[in-house]
């Protein structure tokens, strides 16, 4: 069973600081990693995707992977109240077919 | 906007009457795919397709039939609906770039809630 680990939270973040979100997974050969924004009672929206070690930035976003380690990441800088949600990671391994975690709540403090 | 709808939106039924849920897309993406969504579980996908007429089973299939007869829409069918499959269900597409390779990002339709009585 291949597995997408998430902290459920609730993170709490203050206004304008860094949000760490990460996220571990369990099957080597996973090739495509994605995290996803869900406001409540609303669908999944694509933040980033990621399918190299490093980092990758869009705008106030950056994703890390470490594929040895198995560990991705999303950070959000200079955090907003819209940015509070539910984040989903999404993980691809050799198919057409998606592995998600249950998703880190983050609240954002102003 | 990927140009998902998905009909109904909001459903209730009772326990053991038949349910049809629909996606419809207008961007002609190959592949197509249901997933419930639950408290503590995240994304769960049922079944997905990547063709017309070819389906393909999730990790969460038992109890879910679908369809697709035309590019444009899949349909999921709860044959006799019971109170464990009252959930969130969405639907999602993989996006066809321009090149005409499919990418493995997936975008979601805005969701159909079902509540089985």
């Known amino acids: 069973q291949k597995e997408v680990e998430q902290n459920s939270g609730p993170l709490s973040v203050p206004e304008g600081a860094i949000a760490s979100l990460n996220c571990t997974y369990s099957?080597?050969?996973?090739?495509?990693f994605f995290w996803y924004r869900q406001y409540s009672g609303k669908s999944p929206e694509l933040i980033m995707s990621?399918?190299?070690?490093g980092d990758k930035e869009d705008g106030r976003f950056t994703a890390q992977l470490n594929k040895a380690s198995q560990y991705v990441s999303l950070l959000i800088r200079d955090s907003q109240p819209s940015d509070s949600a539910t984040y989903l990671c999404?993980?691809?391994?050799?198919?057409?077919?998606?592995?998600f975690g249950t998703g880190t709540r983050l609240t954002i403090i102003p | 906007d990927a140009g998902i709808t998905q009909s109904p939106r909001h459903k209730v039924t009772e326990t053991g009457t038949p349910v049809t849920l629909r996606c419809h897309q207008t961007?002609?993406?190959?592949?197509m795919y249901w997933y419930r969504q639950d408290p503590g579980h995240g994304l769960r996908l049922i079944h997905y397709?990547?063709?017309?007429?070819?389906?393909d089973k999730g990790e969460v299939s038992d109890g879910y039939s679908v369809s697709r007869s035309k590019t444009e829409d899949f349909l999921l069918t709860l044959e006799s609906a019971t109170s464990s499959q009252t959930s969130v269900y969405f639907c999602?597409?993989?996006?066809?770039?321009?090149?005409?390779?499919?990418?493995?990002?997936?975008?979601f339709g805005p969701g159909t809630r079902l509540t089985v009585l």
């Open positions: 999602a597409i993989s996006e066809r770039a321009e090149s005409g390779r499919y990418t493995d990002t997936q975008y």
């Open positions: 099957d080597r050969v996973s090739q495509s």
């Open positions: 990621i399918y190299s070690n």
């Open positions: 999404a993980v691809k391994s050799g198919n057409e077919k998606l592995t």
């Open positions: 961007e002609n993406h190959r592949y």
């Open positions: 397709s990547y063709g017309v007429k070819d389906t």
